[in-house]
């Protein structure tokens, strides 16, 4: 592999000036570890494993070199398919991943898709007839339209598995086999895990051929770029404390991890009857309630103070994972349990 250890830029990794552009726009001075490796092992073509977490900068690691093998190549998604196909284990990722291909697509004339279940069969329909560059797909609701014949992955040129590891754990990895199965042998490959227990390396032999692997982190550690802290204290003093450290100045937006779904309902109680605005999102609740809590958390013109996205567990390595804030002395920051 090229040694990249003293790449510092973007432009040294080879990436073309539409996407430099979309990145000083963004703001990104550098490439994170992840991106320093990957970038140029997917623009040539090759196919990569990542053994990376959310929050290392992993999905421009890979949005960005495919956006360029796109244009590179330009020409037009086939009627009811997709160029490039990224599957991702929940809507709420999926739609994050989506959102980063669409900032960095934007002077390239990309179009950049979601399919994801709980929502309406037609506008997906509609947006697949056309055939899509890159489509960002929960397996269960893709599996759906496969069978509807109103998706086609076979002319797929690139694949993306993203989180391999929860995608375990959620139980797809049955529909990722029967996807793959579908796909043409020459294509290539993407996949990423923050974990690699044995049935994921398994899978990983089964869909990379001959892949470059890429670490930023060894398995199961901590993203360096998240300060942490442990508050030891009573049980009873729990939701009293988190209270008073969510109405401390400067704290802004706020995800809270709990066990179980209705602690994350009791809690987002607790807080609003302390008059602190919370929101709390989990697998009992609608899509329409889901992303009306994310709307909320995610609005730029937020008071300070407010609003506190409540997921469990499992919703919540959908849709906070990634998020950094900076914990401050005594404040507790917790994540999920790995996969
Ligand atoms: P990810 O691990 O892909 O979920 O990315 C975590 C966060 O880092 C996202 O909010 C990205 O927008 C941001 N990010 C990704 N790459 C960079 C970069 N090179 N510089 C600054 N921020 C970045």
Same mark, same amino acid.
């Given at each position: 592999?090229?040694?990249?250890?003293?790449?510092?830029?973007?432009?040294?990794?080879?990436?073309?000036?539409?996407?430099?552009?979309?990145?000083?726009?963004?703001?990104?001075?550098?490439?994170?570890?992840?991106?320093?490796?990957?970038?140029?092992?997917?623009? #040539?073509?090759?196919?990569?494993?990542?053994?990376?977490?959310?929050?290392?900068?992993?999905?421009?690691?890979?949005?960005?070199?495919?956006?360029?093998?796109?244009?590179?190549?330009?020409?037009?998604?086939?009627?009811?398919?997709?160029?490039?196909?990224?599957?991702?284990?929940?809507?709420?990722?999926?739609?994050?991943?989506?959102?980063?291909?669409?900032?960095?697509?934007?002077?390239?004339?990309?179009?950049?898709?979601?399919?994801?279940?709980?929502?309406?069969?037609?506008?997906?329909?509609?947006?697949?007839?056309?055939?899509?560059?890159?489509?960002?797909?929960?397996?269960?609701?893709?599996?759906?339209?496969?069978?509807?014949?109103?998706?086609?992955?076979?002319?797929?040129?690139?694949?993306?598995?993203?989180?391999?590891?929860?995608?375990?754990?959620?139980?797809?990895?049955?529909?990722?086999?029967?996807?793959?199965? #579908?796909?043409?042998?020459?294509?290539?490959?993407?996949?990423?895990?923050?974990?690699?227990?044995?049935?994921?390396?398994?899978?990983?032999?089964?869909?990379?051929?001959?892949?470059?692997?890429?670490?930023?982190?060894?398995?199961?550690?901590?993203?360096?770029?998240?300060?942490?802290?442990?508050?030891?204290?009573?049980?009873?003093?729990?939701?009293?404390?988190?209270?008073?450290?969510?109405?401390?100045?400067?704290?802004?937006?706020?995800?809270?991890?709990?066990?179980?779904?209705?602690?994350?309902?009791?809690?987002?109680?607790?807080?609003?009857?302390?008059?602190?605005?919370?929101?709390?999102?989990?697998?009992?609740?609608?899509?329409?309630?889901?992303?009306?809590?994310?709307?909320?958390?995610?609005?730029?013109?937020?008071?300070?103070?407010?609003?506190?996205?409540?997921?469990?567990?499992?919703?919540?390595?959908?849709?906070?994972?990634?998020?950094?804030?900076?914990?401050?002395?005594?404040?507790?920051?917790?994540?999920?349990?790995?996969?």
């Amino acid at each position: 592999m090229k040694d990249t250890t003293h790449v510092t830029q973007f432009s040294d990794l080879g990436l073309a000036k539409p996407l430099l552009k979309a990145l000083a726009e963004k703001g990104y001075k550098e490439p994170t570890p992840i991106q320093a490796q990957a970038i140029p092992v997917v623009l #040539q073509g090759k196919d990569l494993l990542g053994i990376a977490q959310t929050g290392t900068g992993k999905t421009a690691a890979f949005a960005l070199p495919i956006l360029q093998r796109l244009a590179e190549d330009r020409k037009p998604a086939p009627r009811r398919g997709f160029r490039c196909l990224v599957l991702s284990p929940t809507r709420e990722l999926a739609t994050q991943i989506a959102e980063n291909f669409k900032a960095y697509a934007v002077h390239m004339g990309l179009s950049v898709h979601t399919i994801y279940g709980g929502v309406k069969y037609g506008p997906q329909m509609k947006a697949l007839a056309g055939g899509i560059d890159v489509l960002v797909a929960t397996p269960g609701r893709l599996m759906d339209h496969m069978a509807e014949k109103s998706a086609i992955v076979s002319g797929t040129e690139i694949f993306v598995l993203d989180e391999a590891d929860q995608m375990l754990d959620l139980g797809f990895v049955v529909p990722i086999r029967k996807i793959a199965a #579908q796909l043409t042998k020459n294509r290539q490959n993407l996949f990423f895990s923050a974990t690699m227990p044995s049935e994921i390396g398994k899978l990983a032999g089964e869909l990379l051929n001959n892949p470059v692997q890429v670490s930023v982190a060894p398995q199961a550690t901590t993203v360096e770029r998240i300060d942490q802290r442990v508050l030891f204290i009573e049980a009873q003093r729990k939701r009293p404390l988190l209270a008073e450290i969510l109405a401390e100045p400067g704290v802004e937006r706020t995800i809270v991890f709990t066990r179980t779904k209705r602690g994350a309902d009791r809690v987002a109680k607790y807080l609003n009857a302390a008059g602190i605005e919370a929101a709390s999102i989990h697998g009992d609740k609608t899509q329409g309630q889901r992303e009306r809590a994310l709307a909320e958390g995610h609005s730029e013109g937020h008071p300070p103070d407010d609003p506190v996205l409540r997921p469990s567990q499992r919703q919540a390595a959908g849709c906070g994972r990634g998020r950094r804030r900076q914990a401050g002395p005594g404040r507790e920051v917790r994540r999920p349990a790995q996969g």
